[in-house]
């Protein structure tokens, strides 16, 4: 399988629907017509709305007809929600999440629920990679990823509560937004760690992924740690820099031997691209207690998970999967000093990591190992992620190169805490680098 040319991206669906709102039926069958045509040899989604439904529940508003992907995390009080557990397989929430009420208040229609593994955890789902469906598309937001990446709709919801955005994004040649921690409401989905979580964006182009951040995005303080990030606004790189030289550090970590040579190849090849384009390059490795923050997201994981499945444990332990019931177990063997130190350090690197943003603009580093893992089995490594989510810093993923099979290979940019408007024009720029290669 390889995936079908994307019809068009998000802004320019809203463009069209709005120029023409007559045509927003016409759109929403293709998009159809598409799902139809691979979902037996993908399987992204767990269930999915009739053109029927979708065509009636189109509203006015920036995202009218616009079909939006769901995690099966995320509630939604139209469709089955999951959570990728046999525990809810008929469970029908009485309420939308906060972010789905948001994209049908705008015009938005939720196009199905999409794979995820179980409670957005490490039990794969079905869900394969749309460049090779022999690969994983990644996890744990792999219905997701996949949705976009195939070209069914121009944009999807999923999580990363250690590398489940950035990975699948990568792996499946699309663009990955994780906003600063707190920027994406999140009140409605299912919790793996509440210090940790994130909701973010699968698109075709940044330019999208700012699009629907600034639709989406927090307006007020209305739940446990909102922040407000004021509307973005796309400008040139000279605008934004007061026509200084851009700066990005690559980042070396203790785990680089993890990487594949085809992984370290597309790094310097962006870095390159990027030197060429102006942008002053320069190495930069990280002190051992940012590293500590690793093991430190390990701890708040599964301290705060335990606490979220103790009643699944409890009342269905045969359906619970196995390893669920190993992060219950390790949360368990935490302490309540332990947790309070893994936050104690949390806060510590969101304040230090500043220091290196006072001098570079973003960090360039690698997304995964390389390229997305043969088999459905194991939906890849997140180390390279990890720090970044345990800090809460965005981070966008983008595709710069293909494998030797023929499977995308990318980058993420991370910037600093709340600054994701400089990070978004970065990656624009970075963005409009790589395409020139293609």
């Known amino acids: 399988m390889s995936p079908i040319e994307p019809p068009i991206g998000l802004l320019q669906a809203c463009v069209q629907n709005q120029q023409n709102p007559l045509h927003v039926d016409g759109y929403l069958a293709e998009c159809v017509a598409r799902a139809d045509r691979v979902e037996s040899e993908l399987k992204a989604f767990t269930v999915r709305a009739t053109l029927k439904e979708l065509c009636q529940e189109s509203g ?21 929600t999951t959570y990728g557990s046999p525990i809810y397989k008929d469970h029908v929430p009485s309420k939308d999440a906060e972010i789905i009420k948001r994209i049908r208040s705008l015009g938005g229609v939720i196009f199905g629920k999409t794979v995820t593994t179980e409670f957005a955890w490490r039990h794969a789902g079905v869900t394969t990679n749309p460049w090779n469906n ?3 598309p990644g996890g744990s937001s792999s219905g997701s990823a996949a949705a976009v990446a195939s070209g069914i709709v121009p944009l999807s919801l999923g999580s990363q509560t250690a590398g489940s955005i950035i990975r699948p994004a990568s792996y499946c040649g699309v663009i990955g937004y994780k906003a600063s921690f707190g920027a994406i409401p999140r009140k409605g989905a ?45 400008r040139t790189l000279d605008e934004a820099l007061g026509n200084r030289k851009p700066r990005i550090a690559i980042l070396k970590t203790p785990f680089d031997d993890l990487l ?3 992984q370290i190849k597309t790094i310097r090849h962006a870095a390159i ?10 190495e930069i490795t990280l002190p051992p207690i940012y590293w500590d ?39 368990r063997s935490h302490s309540a000093n332990d947790y309070a130190q893994a936050k104690k350090l949390q806060a510590k690197l969101r304040i230090s990591i500043t220091e290196y943003f006072d001098s570079f603009d973003a960090i360039l580093a690698a997304p995964a190992t390389g390229e997305a893992p043969k088999g459905l089995a194991f939906t890849g490594n997140p180390i390279f992620c990890s720090l970044w989510t345990f800090i809460g810093t965005p981070a966008i993923a983008l595709p710069v190169a293909k ?34 290669e293609e």
């Open 60 to 80: 006015h508003g920036p995202l009218m007809g616009i079909p939006v992907a769901v995690k099966d995390i995320i509630e939604t009080k139209d469709f089955v």
């Open 134 to 136: 022999a690969h994983t």
């Open 190 to 234: 299912h919790p793996v760690s509440e210090s940790l979580d994130h909701i973010g964006f699968f698109t075709r182009s940044v330019a999208d992924a700012r699009y629907a951040f600034n639709l989406l995005r927090n307006t007020e303080v209305n739940e446990k740690d909102a922040i407000v990030i004021p509307e973005l606004f796309f």
């Open 260 to 262: 594949s040579q085809e």
């Open 273 to 282: 691209l990027l030197e060429k384009s102006g942008v002053h390059i320069e």
């Open 293 to 331: 923050g690793i093991e430190a997201l390990a701890v708040l994981m599964s301290y705060e998970a335990a606490a979220v499945h103790e009643k699944h444990l409890e009342e269905f332990p045969e359906l619970l999967g196995l390893d669920i019931k190993e992060l219950i177990q390790k949360g």
């Open 403 to 436: 494998s030797s099979n023929g499977l995308p290979l990318g980058i993420q940019l991370i910037g600093d805490y709340r600054a994701d408007e400089k990070l978004l024009n970065m990656a624009q720029f970075a963005e409009e680098r790589f395409k020139v």
